[in-house]
């Protein structure tokens, strides 16, 4: 209706602008038939007021304005472009389950940017300095939850052992449970000490902001030292302290 009715304002100024053309010719004919030098300003005159009032009635030219097509792409990718993306785009995509991992484990940090651990019982199956002179097992559930751990903070761990021959062994056993892949635990951040007194120097120098032990009489002594605390135990799991919090495993605390 208003595209109608625009039209109809053009086509009226248009007759109304060949109408005036025409009587303007006229005047201005008549005027050039007397030569004198008012009939030549007056002809200046009509001249200039006719390129005016063109310029004024000439009706407007109106460009038809494109239409604006609706871009799918804008809101997010059509199904036809994720299935053509490279696969390294899809690799930055992360499941609500990743995401609510990565909550969890950020909150039982507390903050925590330096975080030491033992390895007997907490990484390794086996219990005692002893047990790892013969054989050593890394538990595989918690290769993952140490994968995580080194995007959220810098990891240590640590471990007191008999003789260098089990240094080797442990090294070679983490190795093979994948736990020095690339953005995992660094093999330069594993310690060995041949005394308990010995981690818990290592805990005081490198000034760990959480630690993690079996050893309720480590945690203790570290209570004084170190801001939080994470007691590995068969015991029911709670908090025995203001900064330290027990768990029956790594992986449960965690999750």
Known sequence: MSDRAAENAGTLVSRLARHLNRKLSDVISILLNHKSVGSIGAVAGFAIAFVFAWKVLRPSQRRPRPKRRSNPAANGRSGGDVAGSDSSDLDV????????QGDIMRRKLGGCRKVTCQLIGVILEEKSPEELQTHVTVRESVAKVLFDLTKHCDLYLMETVLDNETEERVLS???????????????????????EIGRTSFVRQLESDLHIDTNLEIISQLSR???????????????????????TSLEHFFS
């Open 93 to 100: 995509i992360r499941s609500p389950r990743q995401v609510a």
């Open 173 to 195: 056993a983490l190795e093979s449970a994948g736990i020095f892949r690339p953005g995992g635990v660094m093999k330069e951040k594993v310690l060995f000490c041949s005394t």
């Open 225 to 247: 030292f170190i801001g939080r605390q994470l007691y590995i135990s068969a015991m029911e799991e709670g908090q025995i302290a203001p900064n330290i919090f027990t768990s």
